[in-house]
C-alpha cells in the first residue's frame, strides 16, 4: 500500500525558507510523476511543482525562481526547497503521486508566513 508523509511546515517570517519532506512508503521508481500542491481556505488546490519522465522539472509561475522541487531516490523521499516566503505562501501543502490511473496524496503540512 503506497503512503505519502509530509514534513518540515511550520512558521516563519516573510523571506524566510522551509524545506518540505515527502517520505513515500515504495520506491519512487515507482510513480510516472510526483508533485507538489498547496491549498488555501476557500480556494482549490493549486498545483506548484513536479518532476515528470526523465527527471524533468515543472514549475507554476507563481513559484517558479523561489521553489525548488527534487527528489532523493535512495530515501524514497521528494522535496520542496522554499524560499523567499510571502504570505501568500501560507496553506496546507500536499505532495501527490502518480501511477498510470492510479492517485496518491499525503495528509498535508501547515504553512503560515507572517508578515
Known amino acids: 500500500q503506497v503512503q505519502l508523509v509530509e514534513s518540515g511546515g511550520g512558521s516563519v517570517q516573510t523571506g524566510g525558507s522551509l524545506r518540505l519532506s515527502c517520505a513515500s512508503s515504495?520506491?519512487?521508481?515507482?510513480?510516472?510523476?510526483i508533485g507538489w500542491y498547496r491549498q488555501v481556505p476557500g480556494k482549490q488546490r493549486e498545483w506548484l511543482a513536479d518532476i515528470r519522465g526523465g527527471g524533468y522539472t515543472y514549475y507554476a509561475d507563481s513559484i517558479k525562481g523561489r521553489f525548488g522541487i527534487s527528489r532523493d531516490t535512495d530515501r524514497n523521499t521528494m522535496y520542496l526547497q522554499m524560499n523567499s516566503l510571502q504570505p501568500a505562501d501560507t496553506g496546507v501543502y500536499f505532495c501527490r503521486a502518480r501511477k498510470m490511473v492510479d492517485d496518491y496524496w499525503g495528509q498535508g503540512t501547515q504553512v503560515i508566513v507572517s508578515a
Open positions: 515504495v520506491s519512487l521508481h515507482t510513480f510516472t510523476g
